[in-house]
């Protein structure tokens, strides 16, 4: 399937007309990843956005500075990600593992923020995503770093 069909049958995109979704199809650029390849890095400064094509996706997030790690979530075929850092142009809040060979399209930060001030019904939907993912990361953060904590030093996290 080309990234012009994908975009027509995706909820996000499929509001458009042909004419912006054929515009928006020549914006997006294609990778694959290999099983284990690191797509995004927790702390850099890229602003692309990523929507899924083929594959899954571990959502990973440091739990402190000793570098211990948990699985937040998984992303896989539809799903997208990348989208904090892109809409708010902040270091990744987390960061991506292919857990398959993935096939993903992206946009560039320019081009991104060029689809959110063109599309209100598009910025209002990722906006919301955003509130809802950014709070389940911290509440599933927090709880995780109680728990590792006690396993590693016996007592609970202050």
């Known amino acids: 399937m080309g ?51 083929d594959g899954v996706v571990a959502i990973v997030l440091k739990v402190d500075r000793d ?24 270091p990744r809040t987390a960061s991506v593992i292919a857990l398959t060979d993935v096939r993903a399209i992206y946009l560039e930060g320019e081009d991104f923020e060029r689809l959110l001030y063109s599309d209100p019904k598009i910025r209002e939907q990722l906006q919301q995503v955003v509130d809802e993912r950014l709070i389940a990361s911290e509440a599933h953060l927090e709880r995780h770093r109680t728990t590792l904590h006690e396993i590693l030093f016996g007592r609970e996290f202050s």
Do not use: P
């Open 67 to 90: 570098k211990l790690e948990v699985v937040a979530n998984f992303r896989e075929k539809g799903d997208f990600f990348g989208e904090v850092g892109a809409m708010y142009h902040v």
């Open 3 to 53: 990234v012009l069909d994908f975009l027509k049958e995706h909820k996000l995109f499929r509001h458009l007309g042909e004419e912006k979704l054929q515009e928006l199809a020549k914006s997006f650029r294609e990778k694959t990843y290999r099983k284990g390849e690191l797509l995004i890095e927790q702390g850099a400064e890229d602003h692309r956005f990523f929507v899924l094509v």
